[in-house]
């Protein structure tokens, strides 16, 4: 029976001093009480514990149960009585053994589990764990800061609930293992506070250190990827109290400012190796891009933020961390970096930022970011923001900022209809600068002809793919139609009739070719199609197309028409809407020329 | 703290006061930002463009509403004067105040949040200002100067600048880059140069100018005047200037204005076979350099080398070897370089990548050995110059370095033991004492193997 062998080797014990405990005592100890606790004895094991002449014994050798311990109370169902029994156990072993070993077991017990049970076991473990820590003498900050880290770890591999049902679900009880680690953390984050108002020991600043790491470390993970917005419904959001909590923690110890404005503030380092650093500066990227989300979009310790910093500083500031977030793919990430995007550009006036700061190579990269998100992004809503904060970020520029941004942004987005929207904006910049009294040096004369160039003409000549292009064809023929209305040759404010040769030679005469030849290619195609029809439904489809893992039906000859046919009338579109062109101009050429008769 | 209602009357009485009798100090004399000293500063000088500010504030609406106070907070605010990173009304406002000095600032939306405001303290004044008794002076700010010192570039108090007047931009010159500049400079009082020159960033000292410049032009913008404080280590060093009768170790002041600049490509702007051709030149630049003494002018063009190439991939096999030759010559005589300028781990770390590169070169090993022998480190030293010999047993020079490491070794022991010898017998009487009270060793012991075992459980 287990029961007599655990009470053999205990009687041996109780009369041996603590110095004459063996080895093997501990292996028998070890094995009777687990064996007692596998064989459903607890009551009886939780006795022996109890009993004060035992003291000794368990101080020494008590921290060997905790892993079957353990082990039993999660498999026990709650309300069970053998639960309540082996409860009371782990609550006699944090009391009577000694903190060091009952330490260690305890973090071996959170490091060896895994999946399902990472949040039981450190839930269950986090109150004893607090309390052993709480009592240990030696190396406190790096065995607070190892638990940390350990529980940290292993919590990450976890899935941060992000939909409102996963949420109220919290299947793995990540949302409640994260508050209550939070709590673990209280009394420890309140020593710093009490010992930083007396004075700034050594041993102080490396508690301080660990609970800042824990703070970067629950940024990154789980806030980073958790859905932070209020949902209806929840009262207590548990993310949203966790963030406060972390915040509150950083404010605390007195670490948040430094942390938002750190990259003005040179820092001091920790590490004399540059490697070291720049990895810890890459490290704490994701985390930072996080803590400023939390400010500056869910205004989580806004209190302690001083007003008295400027908008465009703001946005200056936040833009290296705008850029992390646009370069992720995950929902959670690009949704925050949009959101804090928006939050810094909602404080800006229209037209107020210098293109000065074009210059810092973030607000270069922001929007070609934005681009890539409106063009690649699968899901739909970041793709609508994106856009809208492309036309936001365009707004606050002055003059010259728009000028640049719409240069680069030609350039470098190899898509039509981003191009399209450019070519749209400057049309809108060319209307203000020709209707508004003062005059806009900018979208007028040679600093627009120089963008012109980069508008009207086909990349590629007459072999251009018109039907790829059709968008940005599309917006350079309503650009030129515009300009040929608005402007008078006599008037030439925008200069578009002094480079009417070149607007011909690189623009509308490969398009009319172009025209022609696609218009053929395709009619041609037609009539194949329309001749093969019986046979081509015959054979077999050469090959297979897939979106997304979905592979797509085979296209039928019908469909394969009608796609010919709507390319057709694309370029029947261009074509009419160039032909229109044409004539504008004409017109205004035969005008100019009676007039000078 | 008072409440909102307390103040809320004073604070109308105070912008009523101010608007009343409040200076203009906007530059525009748009009555955009009003000034009431409320007391006078206890020094005559005032902030420079640049500076680090240090103030607390506490800042009001119209109607009394305080909405942020640096008290609350416990810690002065500290900015950079001048920058744009805080609202116009301060930029312009503490510019104008002496060390000391107490002020209230009534401030226009345009010089402070706007009309947008600022979420979500500052409304926009759309929305609520205009219904306020003083609606186009939403915000009233008092400020204390409590300090304020020149910018300090490096943090390491080497080169500190003040700017008298700020530049346009955001961009900077970068080293390589090609700078017209004025400059003033002046030793203990007396000025020893004046000149417009221009040069190329990271070889000042062709045209006498110490390196400290070139380094803290490397912050500056298109326009920029400033004057710069520099400590020996950035200005002529130990080995002074006699043509400007500059002795060893003097602190110099120079005023800068930067006319213009051209940047230099960076590193990814060039391509394989341009990145080559100029390491060739800056080469030639650095060994120049290293010959006349100038070591920190030649590690920057030594550097040069390595940034270019020491990624580059992609090379084809008679560039990659042109590549390899060039930088093992850098990291060669960049050991050289910080030998003399006795940054020793540098220099190690150099031998290390021209050894990777060649794992039998003779200089390599015979520098890290140089180095590791200044660094007391003698076993170390003592490996590299037997494998110098391995290499080239003709070696004298190596040969006569062991024979160094053996006799150093040989001293250092016996210094060695007699400090310690001291020291054991200090140990043995502290222990004495402390046997008594049964502290300090044991609480050693118990933590050390608290430390085992928490690594064991981190690795297990």
């Known amino acids: 029976m287990a029961v007599d062998e655990l009470q053999a080797i205990i009687q041996r014990c109780q009369i041996l001093e603590e110095s004459d405990f063996r080895g093997e005592d501990f292996n028998l100890f070890q094995v009777a009480g687990q064996k007692c606790l596998e064989d459903g004895y607890a009551a009886q094991l939780l006795e022996v514990i109890q009993n004060e002449k035992n003291k000794v014994i368990i101080k020494n050798m008590g921290w060997n149960l905790i892993s079957p311990l353990v082990r039993c109370i999660l498999a026990y169902k709650q309300e069970d009585d053998k639960q309540e029994h082996c409860l009371k156990i782990l609550d006699q072993l944090v009391q009577l053994c000694n903190p060091k070993e009952l330490f260690l077991g305890l973090l071996e017990q959170i490091e060896q589990t895994s999946g399902e049970q990472v949040c039981p076991t450190v839930m269950l473990l986090l109150q004893p764990l607090q309390t052993v820590l709480l009592k240990l003498q030696n190396k406190k900050a790096y065995s607070v800061g190892l638990s940390l880290a350990m529980i940290m770890n292993q919590l990450t591999p976890l899935p941060v609930p992000y939909t409102k049902q996963q949420i109220q679900e919290d299947k793995l009880g990540l949302c409640r293992c994260c508050n209550a680690v939070v709590d673990f953390a209280k009394p420890f984050v309140n020593e710093v506070v009490k010992n930083m108002e007396k004075s700034s020991e050594y041993n102080n600043m490396e508690l301080k250190e660990e609970l800042l790491k824990f703070c970067m470390k629950s940024l990154k993970y789980p806030l980073l990827t958790a859905q932070l917005e209020q949902l209806e419904g929840i009262e207590e959001h548990p993310f949203r109290h966790f963030a406060t909590e972390i915040i509150d923690i950083l404010q605390d110890i007195r670490e948040l400012m430094p942390l938002v404005f750190l990259h003005h503030k040179g820092r001091r380092s920790y590490w004399e190796n540059q490697e070291f650093e720049d990895i810890e500066r890459k490290n704490s990227a994701d985390s930072l891009a996080c803590l400023s989300y939390l400010m500056f979009v869910q205004h989580f310790g806004i209190n302690c933020f001083p007003m008295v910093f400027s908008p465009s500083y703001l946005l200056q500031c936040n833009m290296t961390h705008i850029e992390v977030l646009l370069n992720r793919t995950e929902e959670s990430m690009l949704s925050k970096g949009l959101d804090l995007f928006e939050s810094c550009l909602l404080r800006m006036e229209d037209n107020s930022l210098s293109h000065q700061y074009l210059e810092f190579r973030d607000f270069i990269n922001v929007p070609q970011d934005l681009v890539k998100v409106m063009t690649l992004c699968p899901i739909e809503h970041l793709r609508k923001k994106s856009l809208n904060m492309l036309q936001l970020f365009i707004d606050k520029f002055d003059a010259e900022g728009k000028y640049t941004l719409f240069r680069c942004l030609l350039k470098t987005s190899n898509h039509a209809g981003v191009q399209g929207y450019i070519i749209q904006k400057i049309k809108d910049q060319i209307h203000l600068s020709l209707t508004k009294a003062h005059d806009n040096i900018w979208f007028t004369g040679h600093h627009l002809i120089s963008l012109l160039d980069l508008v009207l003409f086909l990349p590629e000549g007459a072999e251009t793919d018109l039907l790829q292009n059709s968008d940005r064809i599309m917006a350079s023929l309503n650009l030129l139609r515009y300009l040929v209305i608005k402007d008078c040759e006599s008037d030439n404010q925008t200069g578009v009739w002094t480079i009417l040769a070149k607007i011909e030679k690189n623009f509308l005469k490969p398009l009319h070719v172009g025209l022609n030849m696609s218009k053929a290619h395709y009619e041609a195609e037609i009539k194949n199609k329309k001749e093969n029809r019986r046979e081509a439904n015959k054979s077999n489809t050469v090959c297979s197309l897939t979106v997304s893992e979905e592979k797509m039906p085979a296209m039928t000859t019908e469909m394969q028409l009608q796609v010919l046919h709507s390319a057709l009338f694309t370029f029947d579109l261009i074509e009419s809407v160039l032909a229109r062109v044409e004539e504008l101009i004409e017109v205004k050429v035969k005008a100019v020329m009676a007039e000078n008769i | 703290m008072t409440t909102d209602e307390a103040t809320k009357p004073e604070g109308e009485v105070q912008a009523a006061a101010l608007a009343e009798r409040g200076e203009d100090i906007t530059p525009a004399q748009d009555r955009g930002v009003l000034k009431i000293i409320k007391r006078p500063g206890n020094d005559d000088e005032s902030p420079m463009i640049g500076d680090k500010v240090y103030v607390h504030y506490k ?176 200005g002529f060093g130990e080995a002074g200037k006699p043509k400007y009768g500059i002795q060893a170790n003097a602190e110099l002041v120079y005023e800068v204005t930067l006319k213009s600049f051209e940047k230099a490509k960076e590193s990814w702007e060039m391509d394989t076979k341009e990145k080559l051709e100029q390491a060739a030149i800056v080469k030639e630049k650095g060994t120049m350099y290293f010959k006349e003494g100038k070591y920190l002018q030649a590690v920057i063009q030594y550097g040069k080398i390595v940034s270019w190439l020491e990624m580059e991939y992609g090379l084809s096999e008679k560039e990659s070897k042109a590549s390899d030759s060039f930088l093992l010559a850098a990291f060669l005589n960049l050991a050289m370089c910080y030998l003399k300028l006795r940054e020793y781990t540098k220099a190690v770390e150099c031998c290390d990548k021209a050894l990777g590169l060649d794992q039998d070169n003779e200089k390599g090993l015979y520098r890290r050995g140089e180095a590791r022998l200044l660094m007391n480190e003698f076993e170390l030293a003592k490996c590299d110059f037997q494998k110098v010999l391995e290499v080239n047993p003709q070696n004298k020079a190596a040969r006569s370095q062991i024979s160094v490491c053996q006799k150093k070794t040989k001293e250092h022991n016996e210094r060695d033991r007699r400090i310690y010898a001291n020291m054991f017998t200090k140990f043995a009487e502290r222990d004495a004492k402390e046997a008594a009270s049964k502290t300090g060793v044991e609480k050693e012991a118990e933590k050390a193997t608290c430390a085992q075992g928490l690594e064991t459980a981190g690795a297990g």
């Open chain 2, 59 to 234: 800042g009001k609406l119209a109607n009394g509403k305080k909405f942020d106070s640096s008290r609350d907070r416990n810690e002065p605010f500290v900015f950079s004067l001048g920058k744009g990173q805080v609202i116009k009304a301060w930029d312009i406002g503490v510019a104008t105040m002496k060390k000391g000095e107490v002020c209230y600032l009534l401030c226009k939306p345009e010089y402070a949040y706007g009309a947008a405001g600022s979420a979500p303290k500052i409304p926009s004044n759309a929305t609520l200002f205009f219904e306020a008794t003083l609606p186009t002076f939403p915000l009233i700010l008092q400020v204390e100067l409590l300090d304020f010192k020149g910018e300090d570039l490096f943090e390491d108090g080497g080169i500190i600048r003040r700017i008298k007047r700020k530049g346009e931009g955001y961009s900077n010159p970068n080293e390589g880059a090609t700078v017209e500049i004025h400059l003033e400079g002046f030793c203990g009082g007396t000025r020893f140069d004046c000149k417009d020159v221009k040069f190329v960033v990271g070889e000042g000292e062709d045209h006498d100018i110490p390196i400290g410049i070139d380094k803290a032009l490397e912050k500056m913008q298109r326009g920029e005047h400033c004057v710069l404080y520099l400590g020996p280590r950035y």
